[in-house]
Each structure stands twice: as structure tokens, then as C-alpha cells.
Nanobody, 121 residues
């Protein structure tokens, strides 16, 4: 059974930094994209950043230049989000996501339980 476990959230002052980690346990036959989403109270879940197996990355406009996503390519089982210059509007629950497929090319989509990031002004 596949599980995604996030860590690294917490409370930080504006301008500070946090590093989120997501560890994948279990086996995904064909793991493609790994990424981070966030959901603030009263808002929809939104993409923060993702990285494809080929190395390409995508960032939300609101985090470009401040956040960096990276992936453990040796074991392909972890993804990280370095968050710098944090702003109060970055406050949200951050979710790890992994997308892939099984040996029959059926799509697979996994989510972590979420980790709270709170940025105080």
C-alpha cells in the first residue's frame, strides 16, 4: 500500500524559511509527477509546484523565485519544497501529491495527509 508522509511544516515569521519533505512508502510501478498543493481556509486546493520524472518543473506564479521543488532521483521516493521569503498569504495546509500508473497503465493518484504551514506577520 502506498503512503505519502509529509513533514517540515510549522510556524514561522514573515520572511523566514521552511523546508517540507514528503516520503513515499510502498511501490508505484510508474511514478511520473510529484508535487505540492496547498489549501487555505475557505479556498480551493491549488498547485504550488510539481516536478515530472524528466526533470521539468512547474510553479504557481505566486511562489516563483521564492520556492524550490526538488526530487530524490536516486530512489525516486521523496520530494521536497524549500520555501524562502515566506509571506502570511502562504499560510495553508500543504499536501504532497504523487501521480503515476500501474503495469496496465491505469492512472494512480496519491495524496499525503497534509502539513500545516503558518506564517505570522
Amino acid at each position: 500500500q502506498v503512503q505519502l508522509v509529509e513533514s517540515g511544516g510549522g510556524l514561522v515569521q514573515a520572511g523566514g524559511s521552511l523546508r517540507l519533505s514528503c516520503q513515499v512508502s510502498g511501490s508505484i510501478f510508474r511514478l511520473n509527477t510529484m508535487g505540492w498543493y496547498r489549501q487555505a481556509p475557505g479556498k480551493q486546493r491549488e498547485l504550488v509546484a510539481n516536478t515530472a520524472s524528466g526533470g521539468s518543473t512547474t510553479y504557481a506564479d505566486s511562489v516563483k523565485g521564492r520556492f524550490t521543488i526538488s526530487r530524490d532521483n536516486t530512489k525516486n521516493t521523496a520530494v521536497y519544497l524549500q520555501m524562502n521569503s515566506l509571506k502570511p498569504e502562504d499560510t495553508a495546509v500543504y499536501y504532497c501529491n504523487a501521480v503515476g500508473s500501474d503495469f496496465l497503465w491505469r492512472p494512480l493518484n496519491y495524496w499525503g495527509q497534509g502539513t500545516q504551514v503558518t506564517v505570522s506577520s
